[in-house]
Structures are given as C-alpha cells and as structure tokens.
C-alpha cells in the first residue's frame, strides 16, 4: 500500500487544534525553563554535541532578527495567521497530513504571539553547531538561535512546499 498524503478521509476538526495546543504548551515550557535556567549572553551549552546546544538569547522582530523592534506589530500579525489558520482548519476538515502540516505552522505562529505580546519579544534558546557550519560555509553567519514555535513554522512549511510536489491521483481532490 502506498502513502497518499491525500487520503478521502479528513481529520476532525479538533485534532489539528489538539496538536496545535500540545505544541504551543511545549514551546511555552521550554522558553519559560530557559528564561529561569539560562542565561542571556552565555556560551552555548552542549544538549546533542555538535548538534543542538543551549543558549538564551531574545528576538524581538522576525527570523534573522527581520523587523527587528516590531514585537507587538509581528505577534499581532502572527496571532492573527494562527488562529485563521486553526479557524480554517476546524470548519472545514482537511487531508489527514494537510491538516496536521497547517496545525504545526498555527502552533509555531502562536507559540511566538505569545512571547510576543506577553514580554515584547520572543524567547530563543536552541543553537545548532551544526547548522551554522552550513551557514559560515555559505558565508552567511551563525544561524540562528530558534525555539520550538520556530521549527514548527519551518518544519510545516517544508512539509507543504513538499505536499505541493506530490501529484494527486484524484481528480477534483485539491489540498
């Protein structure tokens, strides 16, 4: 039996939101241990050597620090793409794997409203070695410190550029 991301049946509604609020917790819990166990400015403390490492660090635009001083604009921006997003998805049910993929892109926006509008920035706390050797050699930098909320939004729209790659075998099935 093969994979198709474009099965007839949906999941419910309340699934992708259940996902969604696991992961929004799960983001939350880690900035708060990080503000209370880290602290900013420090070096990097190996978790994976070589490939994750702790350290505290704040953002208050968006990814690579874009729009950097504009916290309450982006988590109102963000807020809003989020919740459409769980809103969307809870009126009408989508493909089992679209919907989970947009249920981690609303948890990661979410995730950093929150930050957002509570502290005026977004707590990062997850530094990969690993990936800034890929980014020096490009001669572009460290990358960048993350979060959990982050990886979402990065993970579920990698997912959805490759959902967009896989051909339909259903006539009239849209994503």
Known sequence: ??????QRRR??????????ALLVCADQALKAWARSHLSYGAAPIPFLPGLISWQLTYNTGAAWSLFSGSSVVLAVLRLLVGMGILAYLFLRPQPRMMALVLGLIA??????????????????MLYSPALSLVTRALRAGSFPIFNIADSCVVLGTLLLIVLSFVPDRRAGQRL
């Open 11 to 20: 999941l419910p509604g309340w699934i992708p939101l259940a996902l969604a």
């Open 107 to 124: 948890a990661g926006a979410i995730g950093n409203t929150l930050d957002g509008l509570a502290l005026g920035r977004v707590t990062d």
């Open 1 to 6: 039996m093969r994979f198709d991301p474009f």
